[in-house]
């Protein structure tokens, strides 16, 4: 059952029969040469470089207070965690299976309890834990955003039901801006992405009680982005 | 039953009461300004802002002037992926499909993320009405459906309440502490709604574009309860109207940020997330059935007016409601519809009738501030005159057509002008006499507003008499 599809697609066909004017309002000067991805020229400028990239990511993670750190090496990062757990008291940590995520586990203190979440998880399970740790697709510089995919990043809910996010990823990730996220999405999907991509630019907020700016709506009250190299 | 007031009544008596409501007006306007600063700073850090609207005006363009060939696409893609695809002419069509899935799956507790569509289609109270239990998961939107009221803006939806009265309701409905902290009011709604999103079997969103070339929906949102509506319950239903199409992913590359800078002048909204279909092999969790209803509900009848169509390519930011300074005085809701604010003025006529509609229309002072706002650069404005003239081509009004009749009559004569313009001095000293009263003939632009005096001498005598005594 699909509904009114024949109806619907004819009433649509019959609507466009006349064309509509391409803009009512004159384009801006000089004309625009190209509507087509990746936009560069308009948006945001970012620096060409990779030190200027992650320059920029850092810039961007204070204003969106993302807790952003580069680490030089999993010892290091496993250390910081360490010092998260014991500073936020965490006693269960969940997450999922990875090149980078089992690098760092590796080091993480015993007495954290790691619910590992490749083989299906109990919601409830997932739900209590304090943090989630992924990995990601990318890094975007231009917003300070953090891709993550149903595939790379342990499914849809380890990076949002936990309260506090760590995101594991290596410098080469970094991407200067969505454009390029995409492309790389595609590079490396093809024509099977996973169901699920999203852009997180820092934790979970809200502005709805008198406009006034809360972190933690639903989502992580905090996010840590560890880049190693 | 007590019928209804006509629509055009009730925004009358809706916007008095409202624009007398000083406080009210004073804290929409404080936050109002602070969006504005907010905005122009990220804008301003855009390469080229003007450019970039239009290339989201083309993308849009592309996307609803080809509408039924990128629908075909959309739908291709998705079902190839397991997702299934429902085409409702019209609101009693989708709610119907969704209620039947909730029967058929057994469904016993559902979560929503916000979906303005839904306020369009009535599709709570249908819910409702037959036993399931519906809670809105946006902070904005809980609280309005706490408060038994719709959204107050279709981006900040409960932008008009204070803190005070949102602890009273919270006080009162769900029997937390009293606090004037935004932020423990912030967390009482999070404990509140976390059972919610492990305990609900279907999860019902909204969605911000439809991407043709990979079957996907986007959805953007800053508190992530969108992402829990559609991670954890077994059944997601996104209800997406049909003019949300673009053509390809990375056309989100450009309209996502500017979604965010004139939305809520961020540079990107906290969570932009793609869902293409339901959990896919190999993958660990998210739904096992993911169904988009596509919506029509009278669309298709504002694409068939070409002048307008572009008016479908809003991407409901709601940036032309923060700069609207009709929506300023009068609120949202003094509105009546599920859009408010010159968008809404614009399409509310297509979607519900001309001459029922066409009063917001002519509640606008025509500043141009919301074409000039407009991201994608619908010409907001000049559709509220396209309007007024349609109402006036489709259903003349006798009396205004004599008044103009006689005014011709009267420019072409100057002698019967120059009569006029003697009488109308006299003719002011009589109106003097029903000033205020309901005698008077033009009662309803009196009564907020001074008529200005006719001169004693009219210009054109005075002209004469300057060049006789120039001689
Ligand atoms: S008409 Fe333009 S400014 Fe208004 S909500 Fe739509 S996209 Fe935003």
């Not at chain 2, 009162?172 to 976390?194: C, N, Q, V, W, Y």
């Not at chain 2, 009068?330 to 029922?356: E, K, N």
């Amino acid at each position: 059952m699909n509904g009114d599809r024949a109806a619907l697609l004819a009433r649509v066909t019959e609507a466009l029969r006349v064309p509509a004017p391409l803009h009512h309002e004159k384009p801006s000067k000089p004309a625009t040469h190209s509507v087509t991805a990746p936009f560069r020229e308009w948006l945001p400028p970012v620096g060409a470089s990779p030190a200027e990239q992650v320059a920029l990511f850092a810039k961007q993670s204070e204003v969106l207070r993302t807790e952003f750190l580069e680490c030089p090496s999993p010892e290091a990062a496993a250390q910081h965690l360490g010092k998260l757990a014991q500073g936020h008291g965490w006693k269960r940590l969940a997450m999922h299976r990875g090149r980078l995520a089992d690098t760092v586990a590796a080091s993480l203190p015993g007495s954290l309890e790691l619910l590992r979440i490749d083989g299906g998880y109990e919601k409830n399970a997932l739900e209590a834990c304090d943090a989630g740790l992924t990995e990601c697709e990318s890094l975007v510089a231009q917003t300070g955003s953090v891709c993550v995919t149903a595939r790379s990043s342990g499914g849809r809910a380890l990076s949002v039901l936990p309260p506090h996010h760590i995101v594991i990823a290596s410098r080469g990730q970094m991407v200067p801006d969505l454009a390029a996220a995409y492309e790389h999405l595609a590079g490396k999907y093809g024509a099977t992405y996973p169901s699920f991509i999203s852009f997180i630019s820092g934790p979970s907020r809200t502005g709805d009680i008198e406009r006034i700016l809360v972190l933690g709506a639903h989502g992580p009250k905090k996010l840590t982005v560890l880049l190693m190299p | 039953m007590i019928s209804a007031p006509e629509p055009s009544t009730q925004f009358h008596t809706d916007a008095d009461r409202t624009t007398a409501d000083e406080p009210r007006r004073a804290a929409v306007r404080k936050a109002l300004g602070n969006y504005k600063v907010a905005r122009g700073k990220t804008e301003s850090a855009f390469t080229s802002w003007e450019h970039a609207r239009d290339a989201a005006a083309a993308i849009k363009y592309e996307g609803v002037n080809h509408l039924d060939k990128y629908l075909r696409e959309f739908e291709e893609k998705f079902t190839a992926r397991g997702g299934k695809v429902f085409w409702a002419s019209n609101s009693a069509q989708a709610r119907e499909y969704i209620l039947g899935l909730a029967r058929e799956r057994g469904v016993k507790s559902i979560v929503k993320s916000k979906a303005m569509t839904s306020e369009e289609i009535h599709l709570n109270d249908a819910l409702e009405k037959e036993g399931y239990a519906v809670v809105e998961s946006d902070l904005g939107e809980f609280i309005q459906q706490l408060m038994h009221e719709p959204p107050y803006h279709f981006v900040f939806p409960c932008m008009h309440l204070k803190r005070e009265e949102i602890s009273a309701l919270f006080e009162r409905e769900l029997g937390s502490a009293k606090t004037d902290s935004p932020e423990e009011l912030t967390m009482i709604a999070r404990r509140f709604m976390r059972r919610h999103y492990i305990d609900a079997d279907m999860g019902i969103s909204g969605g911000n574009f439809i991407v043709a070339e990979t079957g996907m929906i986007s959805i953007t949102e800053n508190e992530g309860n969108a992402r829990l509506t559609t991670a954890l319950p077994k059944i997601h239903v996104a209800l997406i109207g049909i003019e949300k199409m673009v053509p390809k992913l990375a056309d989100l590359a450009l309209l996502l940020p500017m979604l965010a800078t004139a939305g809520t002048g961020q540079h990107l909204t906290c969570y932009n997330s793609m869902y293409g279909g339901p959990r896919q092999p190999g993958e660990l969790d998210g739904p096992e059935e993911f169904h988009v209803v596509l919506l029509d509900n009278h669309r298709t009848r504002l694409l068939a007016d070409p002048e307008q169509r572009d008016a479908l390519h809003c991407i409901r930011c709601g940036a032309c409601l923060n700069v609207c300074p009709i929506f300023k005085n009068i609120g949202g809701h003094a509105y009546g519809t599920t859009y408010q604010g010159p968008i809404g003025s614009v399409i509310t006529p297509h979607f519900r009738g001309l001459q029922d509609w066409k009063h917001l229309s002519g509640a606008s002072s025509l500043c141009g501030a919301c074409t000039e706002a407009c991201p994608v650069k619908i010409d907001i404005h000049h559709h509220l005159l396209h309007n007024r003239r349609n109402a006036v081509q489709e259903q003349k009004v006798w009396w205004e057509r004599l008044i103009w009749f006689g005014y011709v009559e009267l420019m072409k004569r100057p002698w019967a002008f120059k009569i006029a313009m003697r009488l109308a001095p006299l003719g002011q000293k009589l109106h003097a006499l029903v000033l205020g009263t309901r005698l008077d003939p033009v009662g309803a632009w009196t009564k907020t507003r001074a008529f200005p005096q006719a001169a004693a001498q009219s210009f054109h005598d005075y002209w004469q008499e300057r060049k006789a005594a120039r001689k």
